[in-house]
T-cell receptor, first 115, second 111 residues
């Protein structure tokens, strides 16, 4: 079964702690993305990666970090520098980052709550 | 800059048609997308339309694109309770590799 998996589904963190959200895809997609979703708002892009070992900041990268050491994996670390990290985090991938027909496919999401 | 706008809520009766509207600002859009999000879940791609098309139909779904007015709509025929979700419009533009997202329209089904 091809798809995108995110783990864990729910995550609780104490203030001041870093936490890493997992995203794995077996679709052989080149590009991967991390979004943040807050109630009543659209998706905001945190980071994206067009190819292994390369990634770019999105609109709200401050307080977050990523790595792309393998094609299938794109973990997101929420650092203690992120002032308001409680949100729903969505990972997506697309076949390529050519800008044409780059349909994105989404994982089930991780809900992060800071206690 | 680029912007995509949608109304936040739409309420329809079960069995009626739902029409969800979206406006965008960037005329260099290549593809326009509709995604569905059920509570607590990720986004599911519903359909998309290439910018040189006016209409696309897929079973109960009809997408209409008016490039002159930069207006996109999604019509769901015979709306069912399972259609209750948030629907997101997004556009892909030539200048970068990102999608520009609307805020989502919550579709509420009345019995």
């Amino acid at each position: 079964d091809g798809g995108i998996t995110q783990s864990p589904k729910y995550l609780f963190r104490k203030e001041g702690q870093n936490v890493t959200l997992s995203c794995e895809q077996n679709l052989n997609h080149d590009a991967m993305y991390w979004y943040r979703q807050d109630p009543g708002q659209g998706l905001r892009l945190i980071y994206y990666s067009q190819i292994v070992n390369d990634f770019q900041k999105g609109d709200i990268a401050e307080g977050y970090s990523v790595s792309r050491e393998k094609k299938e994996s794109f973990p997101l670390t929420v650092t203690s520098a992120q002032k308001n990290p409680t949100a729903f985090y969505l990972c997506a991938s697309s076949p390529s980052a050519s800008g044409r027909g780059d349909t994105q496919y989404f994982g089930p999401g991780t809900r992060l709550t800071v206690l | 800059g680029e912007d995509v706008e949608q109304s936040l809520f739409l309420s329809v009766r079960e069995g009626d048609s739902s029409v969800i509207n979206c406006t965008y600002t960037d005329s260099s859009s290549t593809y326009l997308y509709w995604y569905k999000q059920e509570p607590g879940a990720g986004l599911q791609l519903l359909t998309y339309i290439f910018s040189n098309m006016d209409m696309k139909q897929d079973q109960r779904l009809t997408v209409l694109l008016n490039k002159k007015d930069k207006h996109l709509s999604l019509r769901i025929a015979d709306t069912q309770t399972g259609d209750s979700a948030i629907y997101f419009c997004a556009e892909s533009i030539r200048s970068n590799y990102q999608l520009i997202w609307g805020a989502g329209t919550k579709l509420i089904i009345k019995p």
